[in-house]
């Protein structure tokens, strides 16, 4: 068994870090209208799906602490995909680019369902 060592070591870690900045470089291209709404939104929901599940590691001595912050971070997850859902509608992105990151966010979902279904795995 692997033996992690920091939250930067999680594969959910990883994607949801991947999948913040996609939607960093992405959101670069939507009007200036948009920057304190769905601009500030998106990119804030989707940095903080990774924030949370890096405090969660490091409560994970807490049962209930590790899995309401990874609780947290799954809100945080579907409340991207709702950003990414009216960045389509406004044209902002495209049905591929939605597509791909909404799968992303699918993948990372079920991710942190299976570490909040299973909190012994990960605690101290």
Request: proline share 2%.
């Amino acid at each position: 068994m692997e033996i992690i060592r920091s939250h930067r070591e999680l594969k959910v870690y990883l994607l949801s870090f991947e999948a913040g900045m996609e939607i960093f470089h992405l959101s670069k291209s939507f009007p200036k209208e948009e920057r304190y709404s769905l601009t500030d939104q998106i990119r804030r929901s989707s940095r903080s799906v990774s924030a949370n599940i890096s405090e969660a590691y490091r409560k994970r001595r807490y049962p209930k602490s590790f899995v309401a912050k990874l609780s947290d971070s799954e809100g945080e997850a579907a409340e991207t995909q709702s950003w990414l859902d009216y960045a389509l509608a406004c044209a902002y992105i495209n049905k591929k680019e939605h597509k791909l990151l909404d799968d992303k966010y699918d993948h990372i979902l079920s991710m942190i369902v299976n570490m909040i279904n299973n909190p012994g795995k990960w605690s101290l």
